[in-house]
């Protein structure tokens, strides 16, 4: 499982979308502790929804995380290598059930986020957690 701080940053051979970061801006985000002792963070930009689940009991840049964005560039350029570098937080079929035609594929295989993954896991560890439920 790959890190927070591996999906904060673009791998070299996409560094040409460092600029698009910038053009995201999210309309909500959340994060909160659930019952696996893990931390589920949801945020939407509007027109898309990201998810990362982090394994760990504090948000921090090393944290093991899941990740899934639904734009068109996660699921068709990275859900696969992601699902292989068992980072993906749905499973594969599920991705290749919306996948239905591969338009642009991912010639480099190489692990990355889109720009809304890199730009929320850059934010992830300013977000405040919800305080747990009382008991
Ligand atoms: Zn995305």
């Known amino acids: 499982m790959l890190t927070l701080s591996y999906f904060s ?6 560094k040409d979308r460092e600029p698009s970061v910038k053009e995201v801006s999210f309309v909500s985000i959340e994060a909160e502790r659930t019952e696996n002792k893990t931390i589920f963070i949801r945020s939407s930009t509007g027109k898309y929804k990201q ?21 068109e560039s996660f699921k068709y350029e990275f859900a696969n290598s992601i699902f292989r570098s068992g980072s993906l937080l749905q499973s594969i079929s599920f991705i290749r059930s919306i ?37």
């Open 51 to 71: 998810e990362i689940e982090i394994f760990d009991k504090d948000i921090h840049l090393n944290s093991p995380c899941k990740v899934f964005c639904s734009c």
């Open 99 to 135: 996948v239905s035609r591969p338009k642009k594929k991912n010639e480099y295989n190489i692990v990355s986020g889109c720009k809304h993954l890199v730009a929320l896991s850059r934010q992830a560890t300013k977000i405040k957690l919800k305080k747990l439920k009382e008991e």
């Open 9 to 14: 940053k673009f791998p070299s051979v996409y």
